[in-house]
């Protein structure tokens, strides 16, 4: 039996989230940003390749670049 939060069949993951801040375009307001946090369902294994531990620093990582 599948994972229910598996990335082959989660329509409500990673990039669903992606597409949904797409759509809106512009600076996004608070409210919309967590209505679509909760909406969506993120799968941790989604995320795995976008998260790099540094010990003494801050670090971020790209999910989506777009061309402005």
Not at 1 to 25: C, F, I, Q, Y
Request: hydrophobic share 30%; with cysteine; proline share 4%.
């Amino acid at each position: 039996m599948p994972e229910a939060n598996s990335t082959k069949n989660n329509h409500r993951g990673l990039g669903w989230l992606v597409g949904k801040l797409d759509a809106h375009g512009g600076v996004l307001d608070e409210s919309t940003v967590r209505r679509l946090l909760t909406e969506a369902i993120l799968d941790p294994a989604e995320g795995a390749p976008y998260i790099e531990r540094r010990a003494e620093t801050y670090a971020r990582r790209c999910v989506g670049r777009r061309e402005s």
